[in-house]
């Protein structure tokens, strides 16, 4: 497993960080959340990637009890705060010094921990003062609650309007967490030059665009069964990778993965980590054998003729708009 310095920090964080969004607490058992954990630390996997929201605050419980036993300075571990949890009261969102405390808080405890390495804004708030959160972020910070800040999903005007307040008050931003993949390159036009600009890095999340570019949806065959596609309460986050053109272009990138010698899964994993603005790729799984797969995606180099060859293949289905990195207008409680 290679490592990656994330920003111009000299923190390091593994370039597969295993992340439980839809899998802990949710999608499977805590018994086969915790081998799967387990699996991914036994193969160099050291950073684990939660939020207070997944599964309403479950998934965090379930991480800490999976990590209890190791050797903390050796995990990075990194969660978020922004979305409604809890009973989901008129505080119980944002980016409010208030949430902000009392979230982190809970999710040390939830975790196990006396720190986190890094805490993340899940979402820009544009009902709180942007001074307001980054003084709580930087109190959290001297506190030694919190280690590194970072943010998820804010456009590049909302990295570069918190990195001049955070420098303000004594610290930086050295992290975004964006979707990212070879069909979701919104990214790449502002938010990247930006980041690089001002010592930031991405961890990118849904490299394999929900399973899309694993190659296991095909065109006019109904999702398989028990796979998010087919959950009607996940079909809606994979949707928009969902049409036949669409299913029909990934399965043409199956000779590409196989002349580089890895699986689909891998492939997609590998591609994302070849943008050198990109610290690491967050990885879910269900079982161990999965992540362990998913781990062999490190370290794998990517020739640039084949990354040429996916964007012939790939084309105009490539979402590239800048403006779909958005936050939503309103706390959604």
Same mark, same amino acid.
């Given at each position: 497993? /290679?490592?990656? !310095?994330? =920003?111009? &920090?000299?923190?390091?964080?593994?370039? #597969?960080?295993? %992340?439980?969004? *839809?899998?802990?607490?949710?999608?499977?058992?805590?018994?086969?959340?915790?081998?799967?954990?387990?699996?991914?630390?036994?193969?160099?996997?050291?950073?684990?990637?939660?939020?207070?929201?997944?599964?309403?605050?479950?998934?965090?419980?379930?991480?800490?009890?999976?990590?209890?036993?190791?050797?903390?300075?050796?995990?990075?571990?990194?969660?978020?705060?922004?979305?409604?949890?809890?009973?989901?009261?008129?505080?119980?969102?944002?980016?409010?010094?208030?949430?902000?405390?009392?979230?982190?808080?809970?999710?040390?405890?939830?975790?196990?921990?006396?720190?986190?390495?890094?805490?993340?804004?899940?979402?820009?708030?544009?009902?709180?003062?942007?001074?307001?959160?980054?003084?709580?972020?930087?109190?959290?910070?001297?506190?030694? /609650?919190?280690? !590194?800040? =970072?943010? &998820?999903?804010?456009?590049?005007?909302? #990295?570069?309007? %918190?990195?001049? *307040?955070?420098?303000?008050?004594?610290?930086?931003?050295?992290?975004?967490?964006?979707?990212?993949?070879?069909?979701?390159?919104?990214?790449?036009?502002?938010?990247?030059?930006?980041?690089?600009?001002?010592?930031?890095?991405?961890?990118?999340?849904?490299?394999?665009?929900?399973?899309?570019?694993?190659?296991?949806?095909?065109?006019?065959?109904?999702?398989?069964?028990?796979?998010?596609?087919?959950?009607?309460?996940?079909?809606?986050?994979?949707?928009?990778?969902?049409?036949?053109?669409?299913?029909?272009?990934?399965?043409?990138?199956?000779?590409?993965?196989?002349?580089?010698?890895?699986?689909?899964?891998?492939?997609?994993?590998?591609?994302?980590?070849?943008?050198?603005?990109?610290?690491?790729?967050?990885?879910?799984?269900?079982?161990?054998?999965?992540?362990?797969?998913?781990?062999?995606?490190?370290?794998?180099? #990517?020739?640039?003729?084949?990354?040429?060859?996916?964007?012939?293949?790939?084309?105009?289905?490539?979402?590239?708009?800048?403006?779909?990195?958005?936050?939503?207008?309103?706390?959604?409680?």
């Amino acid at each position: 497993m /290679k490592h990656r !310095y994330l =920003g111009d &920090s000299g923190f390091k964080v593994s370039e #597969i960080i295993y %992340g439980n969004w *839809l899998t802990h607490a949710s999608q499977i058992a805590d018994e086969a959340a915790i081998s799967t954990v387990r699996a991914a630390f036994d193969h160099g996997v050291t950073t684990f990637d939660t939020a207070d929201v997944y599964a309403n605050q479950a998934a965090e419980t379930v991480l800490g009890t999976a990590l209890k036993g190791l050797r903390r300075e050796g995990l990075e571990i990194l969660t978020k705060v922004y979305w409604p949890v809890s009973e989901k009261g008129p505080n119980d969102t944002g980016l409010s010094r208030k949430h902000i405390m009392e979230s982190i808080n809970g999710s040390l405890k939830r975790l196990g921990t006396d720190y986190v390495d890094l805490y993340q804004a899940h979402r820009f708030d544009y009902e709180t003062p942007l001074e307001e959160t980054m003084q709580a972020f930087g109190d959290l910070v001297r506190m030694g /609650k919190v280690l !590194y800040v =970072g943010v &998820s999903e804010w456009n590049a005007e909302q #990295i570069r309007e %918190g990195q001049l *307040l955070a420098q303000q008050l004594g610290f930086r931003l050295i992290s975004n967490q964006p979707q990212y993949s070879m069909l979701w390159r919104v990214i790449e036009e502002q938010v990247i030059p930006t980041s690089q600009e001002l010592g930031l890095s991405q961890i990118v999340w849904s490299p394999m665009a929900q399973g899309v570019l694993t190659g296991k949806y095909l065109p006019g065959v109904p999702a398989p069964a028990g796979s998010r596609a087919a959950d009607p309460e996940l079909s809606s986050i994979i949707e928009k990778f969902m049409s036949d053109e669409t299913l029909t272009a990934v399965q043409k990138l199956k000779p590409l993965a196989e002349e580089l010698g890895v699986n689909m899964a891998q492939f997609a994993i590998a591609w994302v980590l070849q943008n050198p603005n990109v610290a690491g790729a967050i990885v879910g799984a269900s079982k161990p054998e999965q992540i362990i797969s998913n781990i062999e995606a490190s370290g794998v180099e #990517i020739p640039a003729e084949i990354m040429a060859k996916v964007d012939e293949v790939l084309g105009e289905l490539i979402e590239r708009d800048p403006a779909k990195t958005k936050s939503p207008e309103g706390r959604l409680c």
